[in-house]
């Protein structure tokens, strides 16, 4: 019998190429337009790129559900000017022109007294534009989200390896045959993990997780080791220990690439102590065996010692000094890190702990790879090869949304480092413009160039290279409203965005007038003390005005923090706007290739919006501000097209790369090309450049590369990376809390600078469960963590009416052994507590997880009136935030005083040290708390959607 | 399985139909009879509702008619075929005893086989599916005929047969009371099978295939609200309330009903009275079986939402 | 007709790799976009902003939990001294299920109006939303729960294995395989003909121990499921201990990276 015929063969429609922004991943799309109903062009399919380099043509769900997303209810539609209380929801709408001269009635005035604007954006990628556009004002008070998000990770990077996970590198995915994952649910790497998580298994490798809860990538894990949160740090030293113990190290590859054979000064008790001994010029010093003398580093043909404790002069002063490599062996030889010690504090048994060790030096040693290809290394010496140790590893918030982040992400790069795996074949590669040591990037600003107003001396974040750096003023006062780079964080390189609102509204160190933000639910889901933040918004002084005075904001969506703003500038949808994702910023390159790209409008957009970008601009231009405006005071640039296309960071080079030079020949420098954003278009909206065959490898002091990084202009000469197992920055540091130097720590932070600074990566308690002391164990006992669900991008996903219906609520799960001894079941509701919070939840019962820690998806709770949702919707009665039980400030010490919920370094939030206690709740209402009453709207949902039925017979 | 009104009424009133009909179809009742006429128009009347009920459940009853279609494979095709071919017979017989007062014992003995098969089709839509497993089973089929039988025999001596001079209402009432009890006994296999079966076959381990690894359990739904599929199939009564109200069907299928049959031969004066609320009674009870049909009924489907512990709990 | 081919010319279907599935819902997500637009009538979604949102879906993520029930619980046809799992030490499986497009596919045998009907060029079961009078009986046929009406159309919904897009010509030639295949990050997802024994999904099935769901309905399903692996324990059967004495402490470390680096020793790194 003759099947029916059928039509199989409908066209798409016509096809337009862009980058997904879904997520900070920056995949390529392909977004299909058709014709609808009223003839409007609307989007019919959404599909990944094949030819993008990011995600090679797949597409995870929240790309695919863009649609949704697009067409979200909860789109903004035009500027907004509050007329109820703050956080009420209600508003009026008003035009551009009007929301734009209120903007510049607030601000221009700041000009005088740029510190009392603070400008903080959240997941944005625009970094460059917005950073150099606070630095025109004159602010102090910028920074992006990374503070709270991942900083540990990135500084750790960039301090150890001139690299770092994510945007900065990734495994060798093609050839690791050995991958370790420490504490990622998800990442921003979204769509290239998952397509190396199938090449590996694929190509037969083995994959170890990391992680207290066993779901995601942690599920299809060849092993998975459920750690206790915030030990990771124990037993990546453990491991290091075992490799010491049994000689597993690359020796070779550390002499070569990293500062082991640096001669550090033994001299206790005096300034000098600790930092690396140094020639005159400032070059480090190494022992070389064969001339018995120390020398510099880059001295050729010598035979650097590892062991030897020699005496040099250091100014005038002979010292006695020891290559960094022995101080490395000594302290992780001792027993304290043997597996058997640390086994009853991980969690992980001490054979399980042996056997990664062996494992990886196994694959690294045993199981090399060679890349049959020449090159020539920075000394100039040639080799015929490239040799691999397919180890690679990757860790994200797991290790680093820790109070011992920045110690724990460092002994990870270190380990990398001592199996010579870092940018190796099968290793962990750094993406371009990456490597690039600490010292090429830019140190902290927090003052203006000339006087109190006018541009400040240089961009606000950086990586800070002793005391002399932080962001203090004569008088050892926080410059900045966040005391980013001060003695509480003195290497916050991406800023402490999430103590802005707190410091604010206590005036601390200073009142401010304006607080501006872009694309951040600081309300809401990115804040600790959530309900605290929400009081802090909305307080008033005894004059009835608001301490905060004035809240821009600027968001796509009704957001929770739209309503606690005072202006609301709308922004458009990503398939409306356009956008630059660029090297100067946060590169999307991978580890063979430079790539940038861009959004355009795909689809313009039908309500009252403009793009962010376009619309800061526009007020830089009627600020005045430098750069943004021409001599006769008319605006620089028409739009963001224009500056992405036109604006010149340094001649030649320019937020993008890629076709550049008048005939869009050039890629790196060349002069500005009129027709660059066509050719953008024309190649899927994104440039790649391919590395040199021999520049692959070992970018960090390989000739090649560093010549055609120069070409591209990523630095303006070579800058090879010296690997820094041993970080002098920290003992810089630890010697000021000590006495010595110029700039001094206040008293109270010295102890704590003298433990946790420690130049040699350590392992020391979370702060929150430390602080507790003999609370932690009789009254919170347990661990509470947040994991990224993979269809649901922090708060935004809830509008998605195809997203929200897989994450419409979010239960807490518990393990079975919690739940058993609570006498908790599947559905019941619970009262979880933290010294600082309550909160009523529903769980869930687990098996697979650390039996100490309970987790839940992140951000699926939702404040009633929010997102264009039903007051009932699940996400508002059911679902729920764990950061109601967070402080941004942990309790207070003997001193009185209260320490940040942060590291001590780098300042990063300490989500996951949160401790908690669970009881089963008494029976009553199923609805969690706390309730936040609701924010009004004027959002209309629809009761039914049948989305695409126009193109359906 | 979702215990949907509408099928529920269907089945119930169709078979209640069919039973009197096939009574009528076997030559009771005086075809010159007012009542016997009147029985006819209940019998097809009740039929009718029943099937017309059952289309209410469809999401696009206009094209019911193509349901005849497929009566070579599907027990509904065939059902609906059956229903309808059924009807030229039934009809016949009812315009005879109307118009002419007449009965023709070939004719009459076609339609009583005809409804016997379609209340066996009914029965094999449900019975036929190897996914419920307590469905799965010749007793499913036994218990419908049985119930129809039962409910139109009950009408029958109710309403009609002692105004239609039929043979002795005491007898009727003596047989009544032994179809409920066959009935009842049919559903008590039933229940006791079913109980035993639960999901049959499968387990979440085979559903899973994962079985090989050890002892599997549902940890997240694939989307956090109900759906079609578990609204339709997953639905679960606790035990508590299935056994309590297995105890209600019982007593007003069984006990109330053979009580008050007895007290109508106990009583010949409130005979009428008795019966009537004898027979109200069993509808009750039979309408409270053909809805734990469903509501306790396990699809196979179910597994993949966690099995027995995670069904969509019925409030 | 409602009667099932007796023999298909091919058997186009998935093949799942459980081992590689993360659980992302990128494949559903993808499956609704493609098909909301595709053959027959959109998918539809009720109360999408409200407290009840529910809509109708090809394809869906199950999440389960498996705990080994004795140390070396091993997967069909997988090697010795592998283990799959340590008793009690639970694992999670993230579980994609869209139809499987059975061989002896009940839930077209029951429908009554010949809108569900297997294709036997191909195999694919489909349905015909003109004659489909939604019914529901199919989707109580299944037992894999594959099917799904939709509440606004009225009409029964299933996978169509994307055949508006394997056979589509208006499709680069890459391009014609399924939506949920083609946007898989893993790649725990693949697409072929499993009546060629030949074909890259055979070789998998066979390779992998690619099994059936519920055999015991006699389905016949096309779709396979690839087991997890079998994994061993870190450092089994890796030699690890030092070359020469093992000493806990650094001295002894220290004297012999002395001997490595003047050549006296094989050091890792000497090359
Ligand atoms: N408990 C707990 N809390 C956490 C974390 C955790 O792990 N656990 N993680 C923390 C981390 S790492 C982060 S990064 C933060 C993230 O927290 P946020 O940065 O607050 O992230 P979102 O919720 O995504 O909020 C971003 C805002 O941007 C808006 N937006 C979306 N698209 C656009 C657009 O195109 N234009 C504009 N102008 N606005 C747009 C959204 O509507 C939303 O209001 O959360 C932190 N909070
Ligand atoms: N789909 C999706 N993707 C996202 C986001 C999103 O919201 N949705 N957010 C983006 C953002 S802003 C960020 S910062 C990244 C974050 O990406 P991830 O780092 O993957 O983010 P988290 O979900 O915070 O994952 C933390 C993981 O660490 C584990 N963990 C917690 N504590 C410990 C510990 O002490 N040790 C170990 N080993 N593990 C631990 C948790 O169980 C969890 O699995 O994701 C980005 N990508
Ligand atoms: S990972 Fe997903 S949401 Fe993020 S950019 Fe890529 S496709 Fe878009
Ligand atoms: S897209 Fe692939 S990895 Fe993601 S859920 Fe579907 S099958 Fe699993
Ligand atoms: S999986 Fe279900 S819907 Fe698909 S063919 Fe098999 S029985 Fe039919
Ligand atoms: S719902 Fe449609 S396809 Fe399914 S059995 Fe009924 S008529 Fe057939
Ligand atoms: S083959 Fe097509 S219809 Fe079927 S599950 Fe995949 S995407 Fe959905
Ligand atoms: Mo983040």
Known sequence: MADREIELSEPLGEKHSTTCYMCACRCGINVYLKPGENGEKSVRYIEGNRDHPVNQGVLCAKG??????????????????????????????????????????????????????????????SQSLTSWWAQQFGTPNYAAHGGFCSVNMAAAGI????????EFGSPDWERTKLFVMFGVAEDHDSNPIKIGIGKLKKNGGRFVSVNPVRTGYSAVADNWLGIRPGTDGLLILSVIHELFRTRQIDLDYLIRYSNAPFLVIDAPGTAQHGLIARDKNGVELIWDSAKKKAVPHTTKGVVPNLTAEVSVTQGRKKVKARPVFTLLAEEYSKAEYAPEAIAPQTGIAAETIRGLAAEIAHVAFQEEITIEQEWVDMKGEKHDRFIGRPVSMHAMRGISAHSNGFQTCRALHVLQVLIGSVDCPGGFRCKPSYPKPYTAHPKPHARNAKGDTGPLAGPHLGYPHGPEDLALDDDGNPLRIDKAFTWDAPLSAHGMMHMVIANAHAGDPYKIDTLFMYMANMAWNSSMNTRGVIDMLTDKTEDGDYVIPHIIYSDAYNSEMVSYSDLILPDTTYLERHDCISLLDRPCSEPEAVVDSIRWPVVEPNRDVRGFQSVVLDLGARLGLPGMVNEDGSAKFKDYADYMVNHERKPGIGPLAGYRGKDGDKAGRGEPNPDQLERYKENGSFSMTHLPEDALFFKHANKSYQDFAVDMGFFDAPQPVTFNLYLEVLQKFRLAAQGHGDVQPPDRLRGRIETTFNPLPTWYAPFEGADLGERTEKEFPYHALTQRPMAMYHSWGSQNAWLRQIHTKNPLYVPSAICDAKGLEDGDWAWVTSWHGKIKVEIARMEAVNDHTMWTWNAIGKRRGAWALDKDAPEATKGFLLNHLMNELLPPRKDGYRWANSDPITGQAAWYDLRVNIEKAEAGAEVSEPVIPAQKTSDKSPNEIRYGLEWTK | MHPALSVILFTTLSGAGYGLAFVLALGHGNPGALSTK?????????????????????????????????????????????????????????????????????????????????????????????????????????????????????????????????????????????????????????????QAVGFGESTMESATGLGGIGKVRLLERPHMMGNYLTNEMAFRIARKHESKLWRIALVLGVILPIALFVLAIALPSANLFFSGVATLSLLAGVFLERWLFFATARHAVGLYYGGDEALVPAE | MTSLPTQTNKKLGLVIDLDTCVGCHACVINCKEWNTSGYGTALSDQDPYGANPVGAWLNRIHTFEVTPMAH????????????????????????????????????????????????????????????????????????????????????????????????????????????????????????????????????????????????????????????????????????????????????????????????????????
């Open chain 2, 38 to 194: 009147i029985a006819w128009f209940v019998a097809l009347a009740l039929i009718a509702i029943g099937l017309i009920s059952s289309t209410f459940h469809l999401g696009n009853p206009q094209r019911a008619w193509r349901a005849f279609s497929q009566w070579r494979t599907s027990w509904l095709s065939r059902e609906g075929v059956m229903a309808v071919l059924t009807f030229i017979p039934l009809t016949l017989l009812a315009a005879m005893s109307v118009f002419n007062d007449s009965f023709h014992i070939g004719l009459g003995y076609l339609g009583g086989i005809m409804c016997a098969i379609t209340v066996y089709c009914t029965a094999m839509i449900y019975g036929s599916m190897r996914t419920v497993a307590t469905w799965h089973t010749g007793w499913t089929a036994a218990s419908y005929l049985a119930f129809s039988l039962t409910t139109g025999t009950a009408i029958y001596l109710t309403a009609f047969g002692p105004a239609a001079g039929s043979d002795s209402n005491v007898i009727w009432i003596w047989l009544a009371i032994v179809f409920i009890a066959i009935a009842w006994l049919i559903k008590y296999m039933w229940v006791r099978r079913g």
């Open chain 1, 159 to 166: 301090y150890t390896i001139g690299g770092a996970f994510w």
């Open chain 3, 72 to 271: 070396s619980a091993k997967p069909r046809g997988q090697g010795v001294g592998e283990v799959i799992g340590t008793a009690g030490e639970a694992r999670v499986v993230h579980f994609p299920k869209s139809c499987l497009h059975c061989e002896d596919a009940p839930c077209v045998t029951v429908c009554p109006t010949g809108a569900s009907y297997k294709r036997e060029e191909d195999g694919i079961v489909l349905v015909d939303e003109d004659k489909c009078i939604g019914c529901g009986l199919c989707a109580w046929g299944c037992a894999y729960g594959a099917r799904e009406m939709d509440a606004a159309a009225g009409v029964m919904k299933k996978c169509t294995l994307c055949i508006d897009r394997i056979y589509n010509e208006e499709l680069e030639e890459i391009d014609r395989q399924p939506a949920c295949v083609r946007t898989c990050p893993a790649g725990a997802r693949h697409f072929g003909d499993l009546a060629d024994p030949n074909s890259d999904v055979s070789v998998l099935v066979k390779e992998r121990g690619g099994f059936d769901l519920m055999p015991e309905q006699g389905t016949k399903p096309v779709n396979k499921y690839l087991p997890p692996r079998a994994r061993t324990d870190l450092g089994v059967g890796r030699s690890f201990e030092a070359a020469e004495e093992s000493t806990e402490n650094a001295d002894g470390l220290l004297g012999w990276i002395d001997r490595a680096l003047s050549g006296t020793t094989r050091s890792k790194g000497a090359r």
């Open chain 1, 64 to 125: 695919s559900a863009g649609i949704m997303q697009h067409y979200s209810p909860a789109r903004l539609k035009a500027p907004m000017i509050r007329v109820g209380p703050r956080g009420s929801g209600e508003f009026k709408e008003i035009s551009w022109e009007e929301a734009l001269q209120t903007a510049v009635d607030w601000m221009g005035p700041l000009k005088e007294d740029p510190k009392k604007l603070a400008f903080f954006t959240g997941r944005d990628q």
